[in-house]
């Protein structure tokens, strides 16, 4: 192995997170985390899709919420659109474009927020989930990569990640956004004394 290869690699990742530190960005993460706080605080949840790498994204996203992430609290209420019976008959019966839209029709409402991750933008089933949330006026983000694509401007708040040429480093970009964003979801909506109080209650069981 190349060392020097090595390091490159490295560096590219570093390169990649460190975008999150332009002031465009952390102004998209303070407004995603104010967004999402006051969509759980109106008895909302996330709706969640992406295709490929962006989908276990989307799944990890979900599982932070309604599993554990730093501290033990009360679960908070995330889909991914990974049901293989869903997207397989929306597939099969009205396309490939359709398996997200479909989903926003079926669960969305209008405290909801709906986050697509594409690292090109142009994936046409993100493309059309924007548009269906759009259209029931529920809120959205986007975490994109390269130019924007077409899904550039669709959303309520967008994070591009930009500069790369695969999805790889723009994938690990939005997961340390969407684990910075949880971070401070989690404390914007429980304090210390909630905390406490809900584990004493879950050891009590």
Known sequence: MDLSHLIAAIDDGVRAINQLKEPHSLKF?????????????????????????????????????????????????????????????????????????????????????????????????????????????????AFLGKTGGKCKGMADLELIITGFSTSDRIQEAHMTAIHIIIEFVENALFTQEQQVVYQSAVAAQ
């Open 29 to 141: 993460i303070q407004q995603a985390v104010a967004m999402i706080t006051d969509c759980y605080r109106q008895g909302g949840k996330l709706l969640i899709a992406g295709n490929g790498g962006s989908l276990c994204d989307a799944s990890h996203f979900a599982e932070e919420m309604t599993g554990i992430f730093r501290k033990l609290r009360p679960a908070l209420p995330a889909i991914a659109f990974s049901e293989p019976g869903h997207l397989t008959c929306i597939g099969n019966d009205l396309g490939y474009d359709k398996v997200f839209s479909r989903a926003v029709e079926a669960y969305g409402k209008p405290e909801d927020i709906f986050i697509g991750l594409t690292t090109s933008g142009n994936s046409g089933n993100l493309i059309a989930a924007f548009e269906e949330a759009k259209k029931r006026g529920i809120k959205s983000i």
